[in-house]
T-cell receptor, first 116, second 114 residues
Framework: AQSVTQLGSHVSVSEGALVLLRCNYSSSVPPYLFWYVQYPNQGLQLLLKYTSAATLVKGINDFEAEFKKSETSFHLTKPSAHMSDAAEYFCAVNRAGGTSYGKLTFGQGTILTVHP | DSGVTQTPKHLITATGQRVTLRCSPR?????VYWYQQSLDQGLQFLIQ???????AKGNILERFSAQQFPDLHSELNLSSLELGDSALYFC?????????????FGPGTRLTVL
């Protein structure tokens, strides 16, 4: 079985500060990992994905995440927060290999607030 | 714009009723997924179809059913609705055969059961 834990349901940062959103996963097979962002009243948009290539993954809007197998983590970072980054962020895992590529398992989400 | 469309955007109905949510995947995507997002359960996978066939099932209630049609659009049918079924329902699609596991999400249908 696979699962995702996002540490911190709410994170608040000042504009220009580092953003760090934490995600730990559990998977019995090599995972494929994703970060999605959800703006109010909108669907989910993919920020970045890890699919067993480079462990440091760069995404849109200067976000990046590092896959650390030893720590079973896939934390999302951004060097400098913008007001427009305020949204809810979801980490998700999809099982690599086998016949079931389908199911994305999501974490509970982290709401990011950016203060001026 | 992800290329995935969902209708309707909002749906308000009463307990005991039946509704149908519709999804059109991105052009060329054969795989469609349905998810439910609620405050207490978060984002939960419901069901996946690939080229008209059911591929994977998640936490989908027996009162809920889905299908994918030859033109690849999908419908999620919710019957005997209860207050607790109020949620945001997302459809996503992917090009499963290419090995690209990225799923593209539609804007969702917000269901309110009164």
């Amino acid at each position: 079985a696979q699962s995702v834990t996002q540490l911190g349901s709410h994170v608040s940062v000042s504009e220009g500060a580092l953003v760090l959103l934490r995600c730990n996963y559990s998977s019995s097979v090599p995972p494929y990992l994703f970060w999605y962002v959800q703006y109010p009243n909108q669907g989910l948009q993919l920020l970045l994905k890890y699919t067993s290539a480079a462990t440091l993954v760069k995404g849109i809007n200067d976000f990046e995440a590092e896959f650390k197998k030893s720590e079973t983590s896939f934390h999302l970072t951004k060097p400098s927060a913008h007001m427009s980054d305020a949204a809810e962020y979801f980490c998700a895992v999809n099982r690599a290999g086998g016949t079931s590529y389908g199911k994305l398992t999501f974490g509970q989400g982290t709401i990011l607030t950016v203060h001026p | 714009d992800s290329g995935v469309t969902q209708t309707p955007k909002h749906l308000i109905t009463a307990t005991g009723q039946r509704v149908t949510l519709r999804c059109s995947p991105r052009s060329g995507d054969l795989s469609v997924y349905w998810y439910q997002q609620s405050l207490d359960q978060g984002l939960q996978f419901l069901i996946q179809y690939y080229n008209g066939e059911e591929r994977a099932k998640g936490n989908i209630l027996e009162r809920f059913s889905a299908q994918q049609f030859p033109d690849l659009h999908s419908e999620l049918n919710l019957s005997s609705l209860e207050l607790g079924d109020s949620a945001l329902y997302f459809c996503a699609s992917s090009d499963w055969t290419s090995g690209d596991l990225e799923q593209f999400f539609g804007p969702g249908t917000r269901l309110t059961v009164l």
